[in-house]
């Protein structure tokens, strides 16, 4: 088993949503007047798909069987190749993905290593988690991009798989180690927070960030409820 030694430091405290309540109607948004403009979005969006890549790379090396590696570097090569359709974009735009990705570099990493706990448990969860909430809110921001960018943009982020071989592995390892989803329940709901900061890092920066959130505030709390429903079907409690 591998282990890596970055531990839990303060968490922002989040409001407390009820679980496990009947899905509601979540509020029209408007992006247009929130996502930033093309160019910085596909940057930002790019550079998380590599760094979810990264930490399935880390999950594969931390993987106990050949099974589990096989299943884990199948949803690595997901999210890779997420990260190179984007870039595609973005040279299809006449720009250069590396200068576009790098100011976005510093807040991903660090959300990298916020997340990845303190064993391949903790790991495969933290990866769960921002990766089910950031491609969904991005597949939600770029509703503001332009039509055709917009539909190639929303496509690519709505690729499966990587959700579905964590789950597995995840529900394996609960099933057989007593004690285990205690743990990764309360890491879960510690984790929620790193990755809205995050969402909320893409907002246009033109217009005040408390603003600008609390007209967002309907999907955040749709990504939260989506996030409940990825950690019952575990049997965590979110």
Do not use: C
């Not at 949803?75 to 250069?96: D, T």
């Not at 770029?142 to 709505?158: C, N, Y």
């Amino acid at each position: 088993m591998v282990f890596w030694s970055n531990r839990r430091g303060a968490r922002q405290e989040l409001p407390r949503l009820r679980p496990r309540v009947a899905p509601t109607e979540v509020a029209k948004v408007d992006f247009t007047e929130l996502v930033p403009d093309p160019v910085p979005f596909l940057g930002q969006a790019a550079y998380i798909q590599l760094e979810f890549f990264e930490s399935l790379s880390k999950a594969v090396i931390g993987a106990t069987s050949m099974h589990s590696k096989e299943r884990l570097s199948a949803a690595a090569g997901i999210a890779l190749r997420k990260h190179h359709e984007l870039i595609a974009e973005l040279r299809r735009l006449g720009v250069e993905p590396d200068e576009v990705m790098a100011p976005f570099a510093p807040a991903t990493d660090r959300l990298g290593q916020a997340t990845a706990g303190a064993d391949q448990y903790e790991l495969m969860l933290g990866i769960h988690v921002t990766s089910g909430m950031l491609d969904d809110y991005f597949a939600r921001l770029a509703e503001g991009l332009p039509a055709d960018l917009r539909t190639r943009v929303r496509s690519i982020l709505a690729a499966g798989g990587i959700g579905e071989v964590l789950d597995a592995e995840l529900r394996a390892a609960i099933e057989s180690q007593p004690g285990l989803a205690d743990r990764l329940a309360l890491w879960g709901r510690s984790i929620v927070g790193d990755t809205l900061l995050i969402a909320r890092s893409a907002l246009r920066g033109s217009e005040p960030a408390e603003r600008a959130g609390d007209r967002v505030e309907p999907v955040f709390t749709e990504l939260i409820a989506e996030h409940t429903r990825r950690m019952d079907a575990l049997g965590l409690t979110a």
